[in-house]
């Protein structure tokens, strides 16, 4: 897959240079315009209002100045981003761009994190998923960006963090922009394999024969009914030096979800090729995990097949043994992410990390409560949660903690198996679901985050275009690099 931005090369300066300027930037306070041969007047007619992100051309002789708002108050490592991807549109169409944010951002978060910023934010907004699309469209594609950063940083570990980290959201985005005929769960482990060899990652491919041996039937009884053979994947990083805890990251990876024979509507099924979405957002945290270098180790296992109604396929009233011993009658074929997942948690919770994590494109009824940009969080233990929610914040992924209700239990008790799959009402679905994988963590801390809203977006803005957003891929490094 294509991880390539179109920009040809970054470089860092300490100091704007005349000859390298085409387009610049500056922070709009009055006592800057003149230094750029700006006259407030012109800025304030175009209807400036300097909100974050917010940009205007001026011209400066034949240069074109780009003003871009920083709003009013300290600016936060999003909101670098979200300028500098802001920077990147208002640029596309010349062919060099010279910028000073990190100049102003270092003064607030150090230089190298306000330079990661810089380059996070202008390489995600450059981002786009094309190769389906005939070359009707004119490439915007920048030959030369300059960040201006102050001097004695270092700008190789600030450039190679920043690559690593958009190249690691771009790759979940392009996990799940696929097509679901064409990222199947072979191709899924293709793809993490490729990872693997570049960053060094060891990696572990379970084919049918081996998912049979290690008895994931979970994983099983929802391929039944497709002619793809399921994979599932198993990557570990660990660090150089001693390893303080370890992570365990399982993500859901349903390639395409028909609902199985209980066949999803049109409406319903027409997105159902985002359904790994969980899972892409844990192969694009491993990814940088070998540049980041954090000193923890950490798991993921992915665990992937799609749902569908083929002959074969698990029916309403099948029983399946999962991985743990635990029986599932399964009554609902469409809610089969708990039934994979239950595989993937198994295994973690076999292995008793210090952490589990999952993330799931899970229900529909998380969407309902929270809409589209809120992933819901649940888990089993405050200080897990509270890890989560801290690294989420700083990630500026949001999410919103939910209720694993007790009361809501006895609606997975089944008469002749250990849990039905489904509740016994369509309220509360989310919480349901959530007490399901919970019978699969067993005493491990775990928390799982329904990221079914935010795996993908409508809008082009800042740094996310329409499409998937590689939401999950940022919380998941801010936990492994702030443990
Ligand atoms: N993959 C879906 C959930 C989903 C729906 C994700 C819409 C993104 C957008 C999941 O497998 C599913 O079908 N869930 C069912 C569960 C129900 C049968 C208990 C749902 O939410 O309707
Ligand atoms: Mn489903
Ligand atoms: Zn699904």
């Known amino acids: 897959m294509p991880l390539t931005f179109p920009i040809e090369a970054i470089n860092v300066v300490s100091e704007i240079g005349a000859t390298q300027t085409v387009a610049s930037d500056r922070p709009v306070r009055s006592d800057d315009l003149e230094l750029l041969g700006v006259e407030r007047p012109y800025l304030d007619a175009s209807g400036f209002t300097g909100k974050v992100g917010e940009t205007t051309l001026l011209p400066n002789g034949t240069n074109l100045v780009i003003a871009v708002g920083l709003g009013d108050s300290e600016l936060t490592v999003s909101e670098v981003r979200r300028v500098s991807a802001?920077?990147?549109?208002?640029?596309?169409?010349?062919?060099?761009?010279?910028?000073?944010?990190?100049?102003?951002?270092?003064q607030t978060m150090g230089a190298e994190k306000a330079l990661q910023a810089v380059i996070e934010g202008m390489l995600l907004a450059s981002y786009r998923f094309d190769e389906h699309k005939g070359m009707t469209e004119d490439p915007s594609f920048l030959e030369n960006v300059v960040i201006v950063a102050p001097d004695?940083?270092?700008?190789?570990?600030?450039?190679?963090?920043?690559?690593?980290v958009a190249r690691a959201i771009a790759l979940a985005r392009d996990l799940v922009n696929h097509p679901g005929g064409s990222m199947t769960a072979i191709g899924m482990a293709g793809e993490a394999e490729k990872v693997a060899s570049e960053t060094g990652l060891e990696i572990e491919i379970w084919n049918r024969e081996r998912l049979e041996e290690e008895k994931c039937g979970g994983i099983l009884g929802v391929n039944a009914g497709s002619t793809e053979e399921p994979r599932l994947i198993r990557m570990t990083y660990r660090p150089?030096?001693?390893?303080?805890?370890?992570?365990?990251?399982?993500?859901?990876?349903?390639?395409?979800?028909?609902?199985?024979?209980?066949?999803?509507?049109?409406?319903?099924?027409?997105?159902?090729?985002?359904?790994?979405?969980?899972?892409?957002?844990?192969?694009?945290?491993m990814s940088a995990l070998s540049s980041l270098a954090p000193d923890v180790t950490v798991v993921g296992t992915c665990c992937c097949t799609d749902n569908q109604p083929g002959p074969n396929a698990t029916k309403p009233g099948d029983v399946l043994k999962i991985r743990n011993g635990k029986t599932v009658e399964v009554l609902n074929t469409d809610a089969e992410g708990r039934?994979?997942?239950?595989?993937?948690?198994?295994?973690?919770?076999?292995?008793?990390?210090?952490?589990?994590?999952?993330?799931?494109?899970?229900?529909?009824?998380?969407?309902?409560?929270?809409?589209?940009?809120?992933?819901?969080?649940?888990?089993?233990?405050?200080?897990?949660?509270a890890r989560v929610e801290s690294a989420s914040s700083a990630a500026n992924e949001k999410m919103w903690h939910?209720?694993?209700?007790?009361?809501?239990?006895?609606?997975?008790?089944?008469?002749?198996?250990d849990l039905r799959n489904i509740g016994t009402g369509r309220l509360g679905g989310a919480l349901t679901a959530g007490l399901f994988l919970k019978e699969f963590a067993g005493n491990t801390p775990w928390v799982h985050l329904d990221i079914a809203g935010p795996v993908t977006t409508e809008e082009t803005t800042g740094e996310s275009s329409k499409g998937a957003t590689g939401f999950g891929v940022r919380t998941l490094l801010e936990l492994a690099v702030s443990w």
């Not at 994979?340 to 198994?346: E, K, Q, R, T």
């Open 86 to 106: 802001s920077l990147w549109k208002a640029a596309t169409k010349v062919k060099s761009l010279s910028s000073t944010v990190a100049m102003v951002a270092a």
């Open 152 to 164: 004695g940083v270092d700008a190789s570990k600030a450039l190679d963090r920043g690559l690593s």
């Open 402 to 417: 939910l209720p694993l209700p007790k009361e809501y239990r006895k609606q997975l008790d089944s008469p002749i198996a």
């Open 240 to 285: 150089l030096g001693e390893s303080r805890a370890t992570i365990h990251l399982v993500g859901k990876g349903i390639t395409f979800d028909t609902g199985g024979l209980n066949l999803k509507s049109f409406e319903g099924m027409e997105t159902m090729k985002i359904d790994m979405g969980g899972a892409a957002a844990v192969i694009g945290a």
């Open 339 to 385: 039934l994979v997942l239950a595989d993937g948690l198994s295994i973690a919770a076999e292995e008793a990390p210090d952490l589990i994590v999952d993330l799931a494109t899970l229900t529909g009824a998380c969407m309902v409560a929270l809409g589209n940009e809120y992933a819901g969080l649940m888990g089993n233990d405050a200080g897990a949660v």
